[in-house]
């Protein structure tokens, strides 16, 4: 197995593939087994090798015990892109509003060529350039699937159990905040919970979709539920202190954003206000600190009366040219 890719068994029964430190697309992934009878996947990855590789480990680890249930966190790719993995006759559940969302996304092959693209003409000037070297920034050096993977067959709109063997897996959705369906599967007899991509633990979070109450109050369920421990989208495996921390930033970003907003200073700058002030500090080792101007754009769209947008190429290609166009003149300093 290659690094990041390896099984590491977190409660009776079990697993998580953690891909650390957890940057653009190192996205987590879970197995929960009832030994000698069936399991459940949790979240596939968009890198084809990687996924392959977490299959095979599954499938060893499942060998007593074949897979029949997987659930899809959210409608990023990075979650859901590895669906091929699966074994055919396997059930993928996700979220309603997920679903929809999936079918909007661009498809790997459209994604792949933009990211391609953007390598060859991120040396230039303006924010074209800018926008091209941070797309290939987000795909890093995953291979991407070359056809749109397999959509989940199943959905609910706000809770499902699903029975894995003697065990039972509560899936709640709590979006939309990060994406417009983002759902948690709480294991309750281990005392694990996967959050798909409402946690991001030591990276920085992206807001997406919105509003943010509905992270805030995302964060407070999970909070509630007084688990083990939380296996994050993004990051390592945290308890409820890196919970806290991550409400803390999402106040603090909500509190000072608006007082921008108010002011009518624009979203980068506001961005770069927000990262040079003593309040951020706290915050400043986290990785990818500039996906703050990801979040600021879609809070001045929601603070403007605007609707969240869909999960467009386009979309993401403004947002990603905002970000980009600040990196380059954040590392130039």
């Known amino acids: 197995m290659s690094a990041g890719t390896a099984m590491k ?14 940057g653009w697309g190192q996205a987590n992934t879970g197995l929960v087994v009832d030994p000698g009878s069936v399991s459940m996947v949790i979240d596939t990855v968009w890198d084809v090798p990687r996924a392959r590789e977490i299959a095979d480990e599954t499938a060893r680890l499942t060998a007593n015990a074949p897979v029949t249930e997987a659930v899809n966190t959210h409608s990023d790719g990075d979650h859901w892109w590895g669906n091929d ?19 909007e996304e661009t498809a790997p092959a459209g994604v792949n060529a933009f990211a391609a693209l ?23 050096g995953a291979q991407f699937p070359g056809k749109s993977p397999r959509l989940p067959d199943h959905t609910f709109d706000v809770t499902e159990k699903i029975t894995v063997g003697s065990r039972d897996v509560q899936l709640r959705y709590l979006g939309p905040a990060h994406t417009v369906g983002d759902l948690i599967a709480h294991v309750p007899d281990a005392g694990i919970v996967f959050t798909g991509d409402l946690l991001f633990i030591g990276s920085t979070p992206i807001l997406w979709h919105g509003p943010l109450g509905n992270w805030l109050g995302a964060l407070d369920h999970l909070l509630s539920l007084d688990a083990e421990a939380y296996v994050p989208g993004h990051g390592p495996l945290c308890g ?14 909500e509190e000072s954003g608006r007082q921008h907003f108010d002011a009518g200073v624009e979203s980068t700058p506001a961005s770069r206000n927000m990262m040079q002030s003593k309040e951020f500090e706290r915050f400043s080792t986290w990785d990818c600190a500039e996906r703050l101007v990801l979040t600021m754009s879609t809070l001045y769209r929601l603070w403007e009366g605007k609707p969240a947008e869909p999960p467009t190429l386009a979309r993401r290609a403004r947002a990603f040219a905002d970000a980009g166009t600040f990196l380059r003149e954040f590392e130039s300093r």
């Open 9 to 22: 068994q977190i409660g009776d029964g079990v697993w998580a593939s953690l891909w650390e430190p957890g």
């Open 85 to 103: 993995t699966l074994p055919s006759g396997v059930r993928i559940t996700t979220s309603s509003a997920s679903l929809h969302a999936m079918k």
């Open 118 to 140: 953007g390598s060859r003409i991120g040396w230039v000037p303006g924010p074209l350039g800018a926008m091209g070297s941070y797309m290939n920034r987000v795909r890093g």
């Open 240 to 253: 409820t202190a890196e919970i806290r921390a991550l409400r803390e930033y999402w106040i603090w970003v």
